[in-house]
Every structure is written in structure tokens, then in C-alpha cells.
């Protein structure tokens, strides 16, 4: 494996860079107040190519691979984990369940619009009963001629509103069953479709998350992905690609709280000193640097393997669970380091706190990290 940047990825975590320091940053704390959802700066992201960074070249997207991907989710998550977040939800669960699991005209037909930052992408599995328990799912869809009829909601959805398409996984067998369940397209406006609340939430308040409510959704059969049955191995293949963002996403987070860390211990002086001095505080930034460079090892293991088209759930899994601890760890340790000025939204450090929090439980908590992890390594 390969860990040394190569210039195609230096230069792309170089536009990603550039653009978030110029569209991003200024207004990173006006966002995070008013939980605003910036959706035109989705549109400028496409237009660069950071919406469809998978999305092969003839379907309008920038054709990289996933080393480049996680270079793009770091350097924005850097600056702003919100909009690192939606990039994420974005490119690799709608956007990637349909380059994925879509047929030819699905495939046409929507990846240049996602690709290009036209539209914006949601993926709904999650319902306000069954998150870990995903396969439980109450959200049905009925066969009526040519057609389909989903009823029910999806909670916590990334664009649960303002998604212009969402993927939907709904139930078409029996509860509890395996392969009871198929994944839609579902075009916004289509009759029936309606986004529902907003959360008001800890962290990654400019990432807007909300209800899907489908009330006698008529969909036509075409818009069905892959066969009857076969949407929750989908979603599994789905998430082990996306559990790879979320550890970028954490990685950047982590990231900027270290180097926003480090910067500060210089500056700031205690008892005629630098606080930097202070073994308390060196060993601190020893630990983030250490436990960062340990999280994207194991990040780009994962991101190498599934270029590779290899097998990865244990390793997207192991770069999932322990990068997004290392986001929380070394985000408090942040908080820390800048003492009462990093209790106080003037500096950067209580945002980075409070968005790292969602790594640990979004795309399967860190608990069912664990347990897929333990499946792989004992059933091996
Ligand atoms: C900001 C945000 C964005 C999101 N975006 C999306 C999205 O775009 N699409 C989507 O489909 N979903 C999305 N989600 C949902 C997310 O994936 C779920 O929140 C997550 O999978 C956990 O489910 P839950 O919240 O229902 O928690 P639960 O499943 O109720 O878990 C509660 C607690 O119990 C633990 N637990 C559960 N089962 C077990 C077990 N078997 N063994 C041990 N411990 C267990 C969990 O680890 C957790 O600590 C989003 C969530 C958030 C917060």
C-alpha cells in the first residue's frame, strides 16, 4: 500500500482546501447559529468537481478515487464539519448507492445532475423506531401494477428536505425476514413525498437533518434499484464505502482541533511561559498527533482496499470506529488546551467539540462498529 500523497491527490486537497478557506470559513459561526443550510455553496462545489468525486468522468463527475475522496471530506470537514457531513451523505450514500446499485438509465438519467452540485442527495434508511436496528424498518412499499406504494417515514435523513432526489429503502416482505427490503428513487415532488421536521441538534447545525414522510407514494417500478428484496445488502455495501467518509470527516475534525491546538500553546503564556512548555499540555498534543496519524492509516487502508475493489467491511468499520473517537477525544482535549477561551464561541475549538460528537453515531454508532467488527475477525 501506498501512503505517500500523490500529485493528483495533493492537488485535489488543494482545491478543497483553497475553497473552504475562500466559501467556507467566513461564514462558518453564522451558519452554525441559525442552523442555516447553505445550499448554494453545494452548487459551487459542483461545479469543481467535490460532488461527484467518484462519479466516473462519462456520467459528469470528476472519476477519482477514494484516496482523493477522503483528501476532499478532511479538508473541508477542517474547516467546517457540517458541510463535510452533507459532502459526505452526498457523494457516498445517495450518489454512491445509485453509481453502485442503478442500471444503465438510472444511472444516466441522475448521476450527472448529483454529480454536478445540480442536485442534492438524500439517503433514507433510518426511521424514528429503527436505527441500529435498521432491518426492522416499518416503511413499506406495495406493489400495484407498474408501480409501487411507499408509505411510512425515515428519520434523521441528511437533506431530509432540501434533497431535489432521495434513495429509499422500504419494506416489501415480511418483518424480520431476511432480503424484505428494496431500494427507490424518489424525485422531490412527486405526490406524497413531503419533508417533515428539522432536528435542532448538538453539533453540525449548517447540516440540515429532517423527517421523509411518504404518504401513498406512487412510484413507478423503474425507479426500483437492484431486485425486489436486495435493498438492506445493498445499504450494508452502501454504508461500508460511507463508514470510510465518516473517518475522513472525523480525521478533518480532528485535524483542525490539533493544529487549532498547537497554534494556540504557543501563543498563549502561563507563569511566563508558553502553556506548550508544560509537559501536561506537550503530551496532550503528542497523544492527538499520534492518535491522528494512526486514524488515517487505517483510513486510507480502507479507502486502498476499496479501490482495490476488494473486500473491506472490518477495515472500513475499524477506520470508522476509532478515527471518530479520536475526533471526540482529541476535540475535548482542544477544548482543554485553550482553557476558559475554548469554553467561548470567539475560538474555533467548542464547534469542533461539539460536530465531532456525531462521528461516533452516524452510519452505526461506535457499539455497532464493534460488533461488525468482532463478526469479521471471529467468523473469520
Ligand atoms: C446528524 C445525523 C445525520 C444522519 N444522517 C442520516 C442519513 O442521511 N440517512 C440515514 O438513513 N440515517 C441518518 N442518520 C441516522 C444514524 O445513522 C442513526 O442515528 C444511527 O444509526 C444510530 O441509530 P439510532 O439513533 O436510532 O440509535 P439506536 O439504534 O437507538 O441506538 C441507541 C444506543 O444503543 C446502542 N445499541 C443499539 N443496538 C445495539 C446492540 N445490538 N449492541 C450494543 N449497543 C447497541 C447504540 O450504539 C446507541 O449507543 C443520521 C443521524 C444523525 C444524528
Do not use: C, Q
Given at each position: 500500500m501506498e501512503f505517500a500523497q500523490n500529485e493528483v491527490t495533493r492537488q485535489v486537497g488543494e482545491v478543497a482546501r483553497d475553497f473552504a478557506r475562500q466559501h467556507i470559513k467566513p461564514y462558518v459561526m453564522q451558519w452554525d447559529e441559525t442552523q442555516e443550510f447553505p445550499a448554494q455553496v453545494f452548487h459551487e462545489m459542483g461545479k469543481l468537481g467535490l460532488m461527484g468525486v467518484l462519479v466516473p468522468e462519462a456520467y459528469g463527475?470528476?472519476?477519482?478515487s477514494y484516496v482523493e475522496y477522503v483528501a476532499v471530506i478532511q479538508e473541508i470537514a477542517k474547516v467546517c464539519g457540517s458541510i463535510g457531513l452533507s459532502l459526505a451523505a452526498h457523494n457516498s450514500l445517495c450518489t454512491g448507492h445509485i453509481l453502485q446499485f442503478g442500471n444503465e438509465e438510472q444511472k444516466k438519467k441522475y448521476l450527472p445532475k448529483l454529480a454536478t452540485g445540480e442536485w442534492l442527495g438524500a439517503w433514507g434508511l433510518t426511521e424514528p423506531n429503527t436505527g441500529s436496528d435498521a432491518a426492522n424498518m416499518k416503511t413499506t412499499a406495495v406493489r400495484d401494477g407498474n408501480d409501487w406504494i411507499i408509505n411510512g417515514a425515515k428519520s434523521?435523513?441528511?437533506?431530509?428536505?432540501?434533497?431535489?432526489i432521495a434513495v429509499v429503502v422500504a419494506r416489501?416482505?415480511?418483518?424480520?425476514?431476511?432480503?424484505n427490503s428494496t431500494a427507490f428513487i424518489v424525485e422531490r415532488g412527486t405526490p406524497g413525498f413531503s419533508g417533515g421536521k428539522k432536528e435542532n441538534k448538538?453539533?453540525?447545525?449548517a447540516s440540515e437533518t429532517a423527517e421523509m414522510i411518504f404518504d401513498n407514494c406512487r412510484v413507478s417500478d423503474s425507479l426500483r434499484m437492484g431486485e425486489v428484496g436486495d435493498g438492506f445488502r445493498q445499504s450494508l455495501k452502501v454504508l461500508d464505502g460511507g463508514r470510510i467518509s465518516i473517518a475522513a470527516l472525523s480525521l478533518g475534525i480532528a485535524k483542525g482541533a490539533y493544529e487549532a491546538s498547537l497554534q494556540y500553546s504557543k501563543e498563549r503564556h502561563q507563569f511566563d511561559q508558553p502553556i506548550s512548555n508544560f509537559q501536561a499540555i506537550s503530551f496532550k498534543l503528542a497523544d492527538m498527533a499520534t492518535e491522528i496519524m494512526a486514524a488515517e492509516l487505517l483510513t486510507l487502508q480502507a479507502a486502498d482496499l476499496k479501490n482495490r475493489g476488494e473486500k473491506m467491511t472490518k477495515e472500513a468499520a475499524m477506520a470508522k470506529y476509532y478515527a471518530s473517537e479520536v475526533a471526540v477525544k482529541v476535540s475535548t482535549d482542544a477544548v482543554q488546551i485553550f482553557g476558559?477561551?475554548?469554553?467561548?464561541?470567539?475560538?474555533p475549538v467548542e464547534k469542533y467539540y461539539r460536530d465531532s460528537k456525531l462521528c461516533t453515531i452516524g452510519e452505526g454508532t461506535s457499539e455497532i462498529q464493534k460488533i461488525v467488527i468482532a463478526r469479521e475477525v471471529i467468523n473469520k
Open positions: 463527475g470528476a472519476g477519482l434523521w435523513i441528511t437533506h431530509g428536505k432540501s434533497g431535489n416489501t416482505g415480511e418483518p424480520r425476514t431476511s432480503g448538538l453539533g453540525m447545525r476558559g477561551y475554548g469554553y467561548t464561541k470567539d475560538y
